[in-house]
C-alpha cells in the first residue's frame, strides 16, 4: 500500500495519496479541529510534572486519524488504537506505525486496571447499547486522576429539534443510545467522574446553517474552544477526570 494522508472527517476511512495538494490541505484542516484536544492534554501534562511519556488511549480509534495527530504533538507518548475492526486497524498501523494497535470491544477494553492516562472515546459510546459499561471500563483502566475526553451526537440539539427524524443522529443505525447533554452529564458522574469542562459544539446540524460563509461562524470558534457552555449544539463534549 503505497504512502497515506488523511482525508477529511466526513469520510475518515479515505485516503489520498501522501504529497497531493488536496492531501496537505485536509490534513492541515484535520489538525487545526483537534489542536484543542491538543491543549488538554497538554495541560494534564504540565498538571503531572511535565512528564511527556504518558499512556494515551483511542477507544474507538478506527484508522488512527485523531492518534496520527497525536503522534505529531507527543512523540513521547505510548499511544494506544481500540476498535472492533480489523481492516481499520491494519489501516491505523500503517499511519501511525509507533502506535499499538488492538483489536477489542469498548465495553471490555483489552487493558488493566490504572494502566492509562488519557482515554479518548471520540462518537463512540452512541454506539453501545449500555454506555455505562463503556464508562465503567474506562473508570476502570484510567489510573486516579487520569482523563477522559468523549463526545457523543447531542439529542437535544438545535439540529435533532428541527431537522427531527432526518437528523443525522437517526440516520446511522448503529446510533443505539442517543441521548442530550444534561444526560451524559449525570451519567459520567454516577460512574465516577468528576468534570473538569463540558457543553456542546455548533451548529451544524442546521442545514442552513451548515453552508458557506455561514458555517465560519461556528467553525471558528470551535477550533478555538471546541465547546461551548450551552446545550443546543450538534454534539455533546466533557473532558473529565477519574474520582479515586
Known amino acids: ?3 497515506v494522508d488523511i482525508m477529511n472527517n466526513t469520510d475518515l476511512y479515505m485516503l489520498a495519496p501522501r504529497g497531493s495538494l488536496k492531501g496537505r490541505l485536509q490534513t492541515f484542516v484535520m489538525g487545526l479541529h483537534r489542536t484543542v484536544w491538543k491543549r488538554w492534554v497538554k495541560r494534564f501534562i504540565r498538571e503531572n510534572k511535565g512528564e511527556d511519556r504518558i499512556r494515551i488511549v483511542d477507544v474507538g480509534c478506527g484508522p488512527g486519524v485523531l ?30 506505525p509507533s502506535s499499538r494497535m488492538i483489536l477489542g470491544d469498548a465495553w471490555q477494553l483489552p487493558l488493566p486496571e490504572s494502566s492509562a492516562d488519557v482515554v479518548f ?12 459499561r463503556l464508562l465503567a471500563e474506562v473508570h476502570r483502566v484510567l489510573r486516579p486522576g487520569g482523563m477522559l475526553i468523549l463526545a457523543t451526537p447531542n439529542l437535544g440539539g438545535l439540529g435533532a429539534k428541527l431537522t427531527k427524524q432526518n437528523w443525522s443522529g437517526y440516520k446511522d443505525v448503529t446510533h443505539v443510545a442517543l441521548n442530550d447533554s444534561s444526560h451524559w452529564k449525570k451519567l459520567l458522574i454516577a460512574n465516577g467522574f468528576g468534570i473538569d469542562s463540558d457543553g456542546t459544539t455548533g451548529l451544524s446540524g442546521v442545514p442552513v446553517v451548515n453552508k458557506m460563509p455561514f458555517s465560519l461562524l461556528y467553525q471558528v470558534p470551535n477550533f478555538i474552544f471546541g465547546h461551548y457552555p450551552w446545550k443546543y449544539g450538534e454534539a455533546y463534549v466533557s473532558i473529565s477526570r477519574r474520582r479515586a
Open 67 to 96: 492518534l496520527f495527530f497525536l503522534r505529531k504533538w507527543f512523540p513521547h507518548a505510548e499511544l494506544m488504537g481500540i476498535d472492533s475492526d480489523r481492516e481499520l486497524l491494519s489501516i491505523g498501523q500503517e499511519l501511525v
Open 121 to 132: 472515546a471520540m462518537h463512540v459510546i452512541e454506539h453501545i447499547e449500555r454506555p455505562e
Open 1 to 3: 500500500m503505497m504512502p
